[in-house]
Nanobody, 124 residues
Framework: QVQLVESGGGLVQAGGSLRLSCAASRRTFGTYAMGWFRQAPGKEREFVAAISWNGGTTYYGDSVRGRFTISRDNAKNTVYLQMNSLKPDDTAVYYC?????????????????WGQGTQVTVSS
């Protein structure tokens, strides 16, 4: 089992920035691909970003590309999501997910462990 704990969410004005963190409980974190997803009220879960085990490969959803950056620090068992130029449409609960494979993918069904989520609210 891998426990994932997200932090860093909150309320921010449009155009502002937030950095989300996701801490993993296992040292094998360094062998896992990681992803960020989000879900807004009444909407389906949306892929945000993913990163390979060593950070060498990253993927982004179309709606966040160029504004968000995913990164990881394997020494700290932590993955980050830097969110810049935030928009009200970015308002959602953001979830961290781990995949017991070194390769990142966009499909949420291919991730094995999920955090509880952290709320991000962007005011206009």
């Amino acid at each position: 089992q891998v426990q994932l704990v997200e932090s860093g969410g909150g309320l921010v004005q449009a155009g502002g920035s937030l950095r989300l963190s996701c801490a993993a409980s296992r040292r094998t974190f360094g062998t896992y691909a990681m992803g960020w997803f989000r879900q807004a009220p009444g909407k389906e879960r949306e892929f945000v970003a993913a990163i390979s085990w060593n950070g060498g490969t990253t993927y982004y959803g179309d709606s966040v590309r160029g504004r968000f950056t995913i990164s990881r620090d394997n020494a700290k068992n932590t993955v980050y999501l830097q969110m810049n130029s935030l928009k009200p449409d970015d308002t959602a609960v953001y979830y961290c997910a781990a995949r017991t494979s070194p390769l990142p993918v966009r499909g949420g069904a291919q991730y094995d462990y999920w955090g509880q989520g952290t709320q991000v609210t962007v005011s206009s």
